[in-house]
């Protein structure tokens, strides 16, 4: 069954540091694809990295990049530089590539606070 | 470009009061979710749609009807709303099946259940 797991309820890092963001799945399918979505206080869901299974290179997208562990099911996000504004809640999403049954299913989520 | 638009905003409702979320999306995408967000417990899929007038079940599908009348609106219904709705409700939209569309998200439908 489809399932995304994160495990880091909450996690704080110094603004200019860099941080990871665990994030695991499980899915029976070979062809998926993976994202980060970021959640800031006011609400809006805003789209941060895709990762797709096949892909060989791990996605990077300006100060946000993907370590994509195939083997291990893991699809950690890390976030170089840290700045006040990162902090927010973010969801590591999941999708299968299945015929009519297009879910696109989300963890519960990890609250980032970035401190001076 | 207005994107996806949710209706209402914010929301109370009495034990046993109906009503209906409305969702909209002028990028003419193909499939559309609904979302429940609770603290701690993430996004959990409601129900979706592959398509006009199809509609599939989600995560937690119990308690909410939904249609797909047209292409562009994806409408959530309580029949009969619980305390344990109380939530936020999210709408997507993506454009189509391919596996790196990113999802496109209303800005979220605040419902309080008395």
């Known amino acids: 069954a489809q399932k995304i797991t994160q495990t880091q309820p909450g996690m704080f890092v110094q603004e200019k540091e860099a941080v990871t963001l665990d994030c695991t799945y499980d899915?029976?399918?070979?062809?998926?694809?993976l994202f980060w979505y970021k959640q800031p206080s006011s609400g809006e869901m805003i789209f941060l990295i895709y990762?797709?299974?096949?892909?060989?290179q791990n996605a990077t997208e300006g100060r946000y990049s993907l370590n994509f562990q195939k083997a291990r099911k893991s699809a950690n996000l890390v976030i170089s530089a840290s700045q006040l504004g990162d902090s927010a809640m973010y969801f590591c999403?999941?999708?299968?590539?299945?015929?009519?049954?297009?879910?696109?299913?989300f963890g519960t989520g990890t609250r980032l606070q970035v401190f001076p | 470009n207005a994107g996806v638009t949710q209706t209402p905003k914010f929301r109370v409702l009495k034990t046993g009061q109906s009503m209906t979320l409305l969702c909209a999306q002028d990028?003419?995408?193909?499939?559309m979710y609904w979302y429940r967000q609770d603290p701690g417990m993430g996004l959990r899929l409601i129900h979706y749609?592959?398509?006009?007038?199809?509609?599939a079940k989600g995560e937690v599908p119990d308690g909410y009807n939904v249609s797909r009348l047209k292409k562009q609106n994806f409408l959530l219904g309580l029949e009969s709303a619980a305390p344990s709705q109380t939530s936020v409700y999210f709408c997507?939209?993506?454009?189509?099946?391919?596996?790196?569309?990113?999802?496109?998200f209303g800005q979220g439908t605040r419902l309080t259940v008395v």
């Open positions: 997507a939209s993506t454009r189509d099946t391919r596996l790196n569309t990113e999802a496109f």
């Open positions: 899915t029976s399918d070979q062809s998926y694809g």
């Open positions: 990762q797709g299974s096949y892909d060989e």
């Open positions: 999403a999941m999708r299968e590539e299945a015929y009519n049954t297009d879910k696109l299913i």
């Open positions: 990028m003419n995408h193909e499939y």
């Open positions: 749609s592959v398509g006009e007038g199809t509609t």
